[in-house]
């Protein structure tokens, strides 16, 4: 079988094939749209339908999400804000009682500065006590050795306080 193709008459134009395939797509074109146009269009409406509902969702979401953000953004100033108030209150607190505690030091060294000078006068009459009641015995001694004879005890010992009593005065030691 020899077939011969020429390529002239294949690619030429002829006026009975335009028309008929301009009538066979006009038909395809009546035959879609009296049997499928509308459910091509009603697919077509929802899926506008559809994508639109998914771009008003995905702009509540944004807009959920920018409230939510905002609402964050609000609370990590106000945690920030109790904290800074927080630190605050706790230095205030720490001078509060370093204050405190200085006035209480102070006071408890005044007490001790004020029970030592307290402690250092009863030490002082202590002693002068103690010495009036030595001079008492020496003079005592001394006087019994000067007159050689025993004198009335008490009697002496009136003598002595009395010259340590004059003794003690500043008229007596200028």
Do not use: P
Request: charged share 35%.
């Amino acid at each position: 079988m020899n077939i011969e193709f020429d390529i002239n008459s294949y690619l030429r134009l002829n006026i009975v094939d335009m028309l008929i395939i301009c009538i066979s797509t006009f038909l395809i074109v009546v035959i879609a749209k009296k049997f499928f146009w509308n459910k091509v269009n009603v697919y077509l409406q929802q899926r506008q339908r559809a994508i639109q509902q998914d771009i008003d969702e995905a702009m509540n979401q944004k807009e959920e999400a920018t409230r939510l953000k905002q609402q964050y953004d609000e609370q990590l100033a106000q945690a920030k804000q109790t904290a800074n108030g927080i630190i605050e209150d706790a230095k205030s607190m720490v001078a509060q009682e370093r204050k405190e505690i200085l006035v209480k030091a102070k006071q408890e060294a005044q007490a001790m500065k004020e029970k030592a000078s307290a402690d250092i006068e009863s030490e002082k009459r202590q002693v002068r006590k103690e010495i009036k009641e030595q001079i008492s015995e020496v003079a005592f001694l001394a006087a019994q050795k000067i007159v050689e004879k025993e004198l009335d005890e008490e009697k002496h010992k009136e003598y002595v306080d009395t010259f340590i009593e004059q003794a003690g005065d500043s008229s007596w030691q200028a």
